[in-house]
């Protein structure tokens, strides 16, 4: 006799759900123990990039869309966070949530232009929407320039918690990242992550079902940019500054090789992919330009080694389907 297909489903989706809440429980426990095995500051800023790689993850991941300069904003939000803590006086959280918004616009006027093509000219047209954005961050008054926002205060979340205590700051960071990390988790297992899927696999067939494709594409960019955007005017908090760096197109390509290293697809590649670059940037510093070189060894052996990213490859000797 044949399995109740309703029984069968309901068995798939429990066990998915229990496959999420074990990993969410190990990425939780590895945040709380990771001040004590390393450099609190690391760890924040290792934090900020993973909720960016999220961000450009569920873009590439989910719907196919690969972008070569979604740092434009994590970037633009850092200045405009760095601008409105210390220009206009707004406390931690407005100040962030000013940056998330001009990111979901940036996103919004770039993902209109960008999203009617496919392909190679989809990832230039975003490349030239980058470099005007880093030409404007360079020449713009209030940015200064090369030398950036420097001394962005830390100020009082609320008006009531001091971000001025490193553990309080640690705390609000983490909040912040796994408060994007489900909201990925959160769009990617809803209605509208399966039409995003469905894009990603057959695009005409989807349209054919009478999905404005077109729309979905676009609501998804959006939502990866302001995720973008959230990571970098959180960024801009913990390490008081807002530079050229977070903006140019080697940021660019960075959360491609963040993505691609931990699996793409994956919710937790990402994260996994980010810590993995962020640490080599940061233990390997005293080499030099040779960090970069490095990198692209390892990126290149994962490829070669590991098809599915390192996530990826855990979750199929595991056999789960919910990381």
Not at 65 to 74: C, D, E, V, W
Not at 126 to 153: N, R
Not at 262 to 285: D, K
């Amino acid at each position: 006799m044949s399995a109740n297909p309703t029984v069968a489903k309901f068995g798939a989706a429990s066990r998915e759900t229990r496959q999420f809440v074990v990993a969410f429980a190990v990425l939780v426990a590895a945040i709380a123990a990771a001040p004590f095995v390393a450099y609190p500051p690391f760890v924040m800023q290792a934090m900020c990039f993973a909720l960016f790689a999220c961000a450009f993850n569920l873009l590439i991941g989910y719907v196919g869309l690969l972008s070569f300069g979604h740092a434009m904003f994590l970037g633009a939000a850092s200045y405009v966070c760095a601008h409105a803590a210390k220009v206009w006086g707004l406390d931690p959280v407005a100040a962030i949530l000013a940056g998330v918004a001009s990111s979901a616009i940036l996103g919004f006027v770039a993902g209109a232009l960008s999203i009617r093509s496919q392909g190679i000219y989809f990832a230039m047209i975003t490349v030239a929407l980058s470099q005007m954005i880093d030409f404007f961050c360079v020449e713009a008054p209030f940015t200064h320039g090369e030398d950036g926002i420097q001394g962005v205060p830390q100020g009082r979340a609320l008006g009531l918690i001091d971000l001025g205590q490193p553990a309080v700051l640690y705390v609000f960071v983490a909040a912040v990242f796994l408060f994007g990390f489900l909201t990925v988790y959160r769009a990617v297992n809803s209605p509208f992550g399966e039409i995003l899927k469905a894009i990603r696999e057959n695009e005409p067939r989807a349209i054919s079902l009478g999905y404005r494709v077109q729309r979905y594409k676009l609501a998804a960019f959006v939502l990866s940019a302001a995720l973008a955007g959230l990571a970098g005017a959180t960024k801009a908090i913990v390490v008081q500054d807002a530079s050229l760096t977070d903006v140019g197109f080697a940021m660019s390509g960075e959360v491609v090789l963040m993505t691609l290293l931990g699996g793409m697809g994956t919710l937790y590649g990402p994260v996994v992919g980010a810590v993995v670059v962020v640490s080599m940037q940061n233990y390997l510093a005293q080499y030099g330009q040779w960090v970069t070189v490095i990198q692209g060894a390892v990126f290149v052996a994962c490829v070669l080694a590991f098809r599915r990213g390192i996530v990826g490859e855990i979750a199929k000797a595991l056999k789960w389907t919910a990381i």
